[in-house]
C-alpha cells in the first residue's frame, strides 16, 4: 500500500475505547451498514507499522504515562515492508483536539531519518512548513528511535463532520529493533485479547453513529498505542 500525498494536516476530536474481539465484530456490522470503509480496509483488515520517535529524556513517553494535557508525538508510518516511502508524522493533543502533520518521505529518506540523518527533512518544501518543524523538534530534542507499534486496522468513514472510525487489533511492540522495512521483527503483544475503538470526528459526531456506539456501554480511556508499547521503559525508565 503506497501513499501518494506529500503533505497533509488534520485536526479533530478523538474518542477511544478498549471493547472485545467478540464486540467489536458486532459493532463493525452495524456500522457497516451505514458507514463506508476506507479504500483501505475494502477487504478487511490491514496493517498498520509505525516507529515512534523520543527525546533523550522521554520526554514524549513521560507526559503521556503522566497524563499530560497538552504533549506530541512524532512517528514515521508505513503498511507494508515493501513500501517505497513512509509518512512522518507530527500528532499534537490540546485538550480533547488532536491536530496532526503528515510529511511523505521517499524510503531512502525514512531509512537516514532512522538512523539520525534528519537533515534529509530540509530537502523537503511543504506549505505549512511541517519538513521544517520536524527537522527543529528532532534535532533540537535529541531524538532518537524509540520503539515500533504494529496492528491490523480497519476503518469506517463518514463525509460529515469528517467522521472516521477505526478498530485495532493484535497490537504488538518492539523496542530493540528499528528498521521498519525489516521482516522479521521480534515483537511482544500488548493488546491481543482486546480491540481499540477510536472515533475521530471535527466539532460533534452525527446522531446515527452516537446512537449506535451507545448500544455497547462503551467507556471513554486515556489510552495510547505508543504509550502501552514501551514495557522496558515503563519498568526501567520511569
Known amino acids: 500500500m503506497d501513499i501518494n500525498t506529500n503533505m ?3 485536526s479533530r476530536r478523538e474518542l477511544k475505547y ?3 474481539y467478540e464486540k467489536s465484530l458486532e459493532l463493525q456490522d ?3 451498514r451505514l458507514l463506508r470503509t476506507d479504500i483501505y480496509s475494502q477487504n478487511g483488515y490491514y496493517n498498520v507499522r509505525s516507529l515512534y520517535f523520543d527525546s ?3 520526554i514524549d513517553f513521560s507526559q503521556k504515562y503522566d497524563g499530560t494535557e497538552n504533549r506530541k508525538k512524532i512517528r514515521l508510518r508505513i503498511y507494508s515492508s515493501k513500501q517505497q516511502n513512509a509518512k512522518l508524522e507530527l500528532k499534537e493533543k490540546r485538550g480533547a483536539y488532536q491536530k496532526k502533520h503528515s510529511l511523505i518521505v521517499d524510503k531512502d529518506a525514512a531509512l537516514d531519518i532512522i538512523n539520525g540523518g534528519y537533515g534529509r527533512l530540509l530537502e523537503y518544501n511543504d506549505s505549512d512548513n511541517t519538513a521544517c518543524r520536524l527537522y527543529s523538534l528532532l534535532t533540537l530534542g535529541a531524538y532518537r528511535p524509540a520503539a515500533i507499534v504494529e496492528y491490523e486496522r480497519r476503518a469506517f468513514t463518514y463525509d460529515e463532520f469528517n467522521t472516521r472510525i477505526t478498530f ?3 497490537v504488538k511492540s518492539c523496542e530493540c529493533c528499528y528498521d521498519i522495512y525489516r521482516d522479521d521483527i521480534p515483537y511482544i503483544p500488548v ?3 482486546y480491540v481499540i475503538l477510536e472515533v475521530k470526528f471535527n466539532t460533534a459526531l ?8 451507545g448500544k455497547y456501554d462503551l467507556t471513554n480511556v486515556s489510552l495510547g498505542k505508543y504509550g502501552s508499547s514501551r514495557p ?3 519498568r526501567y525508565i520511569l
Open 206 to 213: 452525527i446522531e446515527s453513529v452516537k446512537n449506535i456506539l
Open 30 to 32: 452495524e456500522l457497516g
Open 8 to 10: 497533509l494536516s488534520v
Open 18 to 20: 478498549l471493547i472485545s
Open 56 to 58: 533523550f529524556k522521554n
Open 191 to 193: 493488546f491481543s485479547d
Open 168 to 170: 485495532d487489533r493484535y
Open 232 to 234: 522496558l521503559a515503563a
